[in-house]
């Protein structure tokens, strides 16, 4: 579908790929400017978060030797330039999903506009969401897969494999809560019906599954539930309200056409 110009020199008022790209271009370097200065909150706040990230390891400690290693000089800044970077891609979620949801808006029409805007307020929050829940999920990971190292052993966690583990959890886990929203605007748009989500619900659940899988290294049932669990329920409840709306529209369309 292309987009619409809003100029009064072209009648049809649509954009050719030349301004698509500049007008894409516009967008990634206003989402790379909010991460980059997310980035410099997050870097002020890495330091207390990485002490929370590191509680896991606290509690194993308490009944064999664990530790969290360097294994580099620059091992140490390393990750927390890593973690100042993941905050600010988190810290400005609402900046880069905005710029997302700006860029498909000049496509629609004015009333779907005014939904993919409502969509864009439960965009962030749900994201947010989602790396909370991550958040919440990897201390018991890490501690189930720590719990198969012998008391006699000593554990050596890799700083910067361990940050990237907690922080690719966090952050797949909040773009899959994401992930709703974006079904529910193809099919305000008009381009997916309710019921062709609803029959595909074996694939939404598989979906859920092996992306919980993927987002949970782990062997660690439980783990992968907390994860897939709530997705599937955001799956079925994407597909009621789009159904819910499809409804309503055949009947304006219905109506529309009866006078």
Known sequence: MAARRPRGGNPEKRMSLGEHLVELRKRLMIAALGIIAGAVVGWWLSEYVWDLLREPITMIAENHDAVINYDAVTGAFGVRMQLALVLGIVVSSPIWLYQIFAFVTPAMK?????????????????????????????????????????????????????????????????????????????????????????????????????????ATPATDVLAMSLVAGPLIVLYFLTAGIAVWHDRIADRRLAASLAT
Not at 116 to 130: C, E, I, R
Not at 132 to 137: D, E, N, Q, R, T
Not at 140 to 159: K, L
């Open 110 to 214: 004015t009333r779907e506009k005014r939904y993919v805007f409502g969509f864009f307020f439960s965009a962030v929050p749900m994201f947010l969401a989602g790396c909370f829940v991550g958040w919440l999920i990897f201390p018991r990971i890490v501690e189930f897969m720590a719990g198969f190292v012998p008391p006699e052993d000593a554990t050596f966690f890799n700083a910067s494999y361990y940050l990237d583990f907690v922080l690719k959890l966090v952050l797949a886990t909040g773009v899959g809560f994401v992930t709703p929203v974006f079904l529910t605007i193809l099919n305000f748009a008009g381009v997916l019906r309710g019921m062709t989500i609803l029959k595909a619900w074996r694939w939404g659940i598989l979906f859920a599954v092996v992306f919980a899988a993927l």
